[in-house]
């Protein structure tokens, strides 16, 4: 089958790989229906990692192919959704709702790859959602945004409590921070602040829900937040960049006993200690549990309450990742779907 194989910073090939074939009780085989490019995928791109050989690609929608004899809830056939981190969804991690720290948890990134033609998903049972039938072709990308930016933004809105009567921010206008907006209104949140300065991406967060755009910032950008919450700062702050000043301006855009939902993945971020001490705030985050609201994500979309795929504003061949990676590094695109 053909993958995607990032060989170095700014070194995406599409290559032969070899076919995924089940090789526990418990796998699945699928064949990748849609796949795209990840914002997380850019961070080794730019060489802020050092990728190696290293397999693309953890947001997928597929068809069932093949499974193990312990596979008990999927059917060969099946359309399917899963998260971006294998799961066995039984463990005391997975009951208590964070399955992207699975005992058994295994990163799609590197060890899988989906930006490919087949995968094989251990743990199936686990970590793959099946759709209630065949979705119409117009859904599919919505279906690809919950298996990580929708699922992602919306642990962000649920962590950092978003809802009616308290104001949100958000730092971050790729397709992560969209996504939160969309979550944060469906939550029922009334105020919701989208921090970017890109035409385009303003335009997709008032569309997902956002009331209120701030272009600057650093302390400018606070100040901001701080002026359209009465001077306290965002109840619900939603950080989904993984830098120091977007964290640090998500910490300082919070009110005392707010929240903060960081899910940008984070990049040689350090916190001043006494500021947190005395910020109140609430922090919690880091890589999503996707699998927690799979099931309901995928309920919302086939029911067509939300329609999270007009995050997507490219489509392209798999064979043309490269192209789609450079779109996305130069932002001419906010995300890219690829179609194996
Ligand atoms: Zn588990």
Redesign the pocket.
Known sequence: MRGVIMHGPGDVRVEERVDPRIQEPTDAVIKIVATCVCGSDLWPYRGADTPDQQLMGHEYVGVVEQIGAEVRTLRPGDHVVGSFVV?????????AGY?SR????IFVDGGIGTQAEYARIPYAD?TLVATPGRPDEDMVPSLLAASDVLGTGWFAAVTSEAGPGRPVAVVGDGAVGLMAILAARQLGAETIIAMSRHGARQELAREFGATEIVEERGDDGVERVKELTDGLGAYSVIEAVGSQESMMQAIRSTRPGGRVGYVGVSHDVELPGAELFFGLVHLHGGPAPVRRFLPDLIQLIWDRKIDPGKVFDRTMPLAQAAEAYDAMDKRMAVKVLLQP
């Open positions: 799961s066995d969804n039984t463990c005391s991690i997975c009951a399955q699975c005992v058994n948890g686990g």
